[in-house]
């Protein structure tokens, strides 16, 4: 699996891939970009979703294990995009997923760029949501 688009109503594209040891999520559309973008989900694409990032991380990290935040440097909620030079961050919902683009100002429609650490708790977070079991 290379990577997975989400498509549907008024929401933008949600494009998920590989690129080397880290997964990138980004928008589809033409800039300019908002500052911030809201998923909304039915079950059926919740799931989807989240089954589908980890899938396409366990391909970048085989012994990947779901985990709950412990500290700074694996909470999701907020991030350096060190390519960007600027601050990007997410958080989950009940039936959503929002993000705040890094560098949105500079015509980047990247919402995320995934280590193992963040990608670890944020599948965790994502989970609590679906209606799949293990």
């Not at 970009?33 to 980890?54: A, G, I, Q, W």
């Not at 350096?80 to 993000?99: H, K, P, Q």
Request: charged content about 25%; hydrophobic content about 30%.
């Amino acid at each position: 699996m290379d990577g997975f688009l989400i498509t549907g109503g008024d929401t933008p594209q949600l494009n998920a891939y590989k690129k080397g040891r880290s997964i990138i999520l980004d928008m589809g559309g033409t800039p300019p970009y908002p500052r911030s973008v809201t998923f909304e989900f039915n079950k059926d694409t919740y799931n989807f979703y989240y089954e589908s990032l980890l899938k396409l991380a366990k391909e970048i990290w085989p012994d990947l294990e779901l985990k709950d935040v412990t500290g700074a440097g694996n909470d999701y909620g907020e991030y350096y995009d060190s390519e960007l030079d600027n601050d990007g961050s997410a958080s989950i919902g009940e039936t959503s997923v929002s993000f705040c683009l890094p560098a949105y100002h500079l015509g980047s429609k990247r919402l995320y760029r995934f280590t193992k650490s963040k990608m670890q708790t944020y599948l965790f977070e994502l989970r609590k949501h679906t209606n799949l079991t293990d």
